[in-house]
């Protein structure tokens, strides 16, 4: 089993969807969860931090469960913008984050 | 800096030549990483440091590659005798530390090796 685990896709939606990524993780000694997002032939950036009792930041929502192992992003109202690879992260559970696991990422594009 | 600045931004080189790469981490993050993507893989972890401490060799490929960080601060991978299977994207990131906030990565160096 892979330690962070995505559906690949392409998730295909148009404009103004709500879309919805889900991610495993195999460590159940992780305590810290990001997604990022990457943009074709750019460098990863931070989307959001993932915080146990969930968090929104604007159309973005993230949840943990963490007696799953399982993580999920939510994008309401879908931009043509926000076409990319979304990179689901966690920590190798050894207190900070010098190792994080990357996943491979779940590519989305929405069309207009 | 402003950002973490990688260069060069791309680099063609024949193979069995020996390239170097550069990254400037952010003004005060105390940890740096240093990371590969090749096409259409997600990201391998090859080394990191952490202030004055031993680096974390563990995901250095061969010992073709090296890192070294200088004063805390910038950092140089090195790859010898250059294979084609070293083509890749090569991602610098720095971190407050242990900072739950994750990384900042530069926009890398894009290595071909021909």
């Known amino acids: ?112 | 800096g402003a950002g973490v600045s990688q260069s060069p931004s791309n680099k063609v080189t024949e193979k069995g030549k020996d390239v170097e790469l550069r990254c400037d981490p952010i003004s005060g993050h105390t940890a740096l990483y240093w990371y590969r993507q090749s096409l259409g893989q997600g990201l391998e972890f090859l080394i990191y440091f952490q202030g004055n401490s031993a680096p974390d060799k563990s995901g250095l490929p061969s010992d073709r590659f090296s890192a070294e960080r200088t004063g805390g601060s910038v950092s140089t991978l090195t790859i010898q005798r250059t294979q084609q299977e070293d083509s890749a994207v090569y991602l610098c990131a720095s971190s407050l530390g242990g900072s739950v906030r994750g990384y900042t990565f530069g926009s890398g160096t894009r290595l071909t090796v021909v």
């Open chain 1, 1 to 112: 089993r892979k330690e962070v685990e995505q559906d690949p896709g392409p998730f295909n939606v148009p404009e103004g969807a709500t879309v919805a990524f889900n991610c495993t993780y195999s460590n159940s000694a992780s305590q810290s969860f990001f997604w990022y997002r990457q943009d074709c032939r750019k460098e990863p950036k931070l989307l959001m931090s993932v915080y146990s009792s969930g968090n929104e930041d604007g159309r973005f929502t993230a949840q943990l469960n963490r007696a799953s192992q399982y993580i999920s992003l939510l994008i309401r109202d879908s931009k043509l913008s926000d076409s990319a690879t979304y990179l689901c992260v966690v920590n190798n559970g050894d207190g900070n984050n010098r190792k994080l696991i990357w996943g491979l990422g779940t590519s989305l594009a929405v069309n207009p």
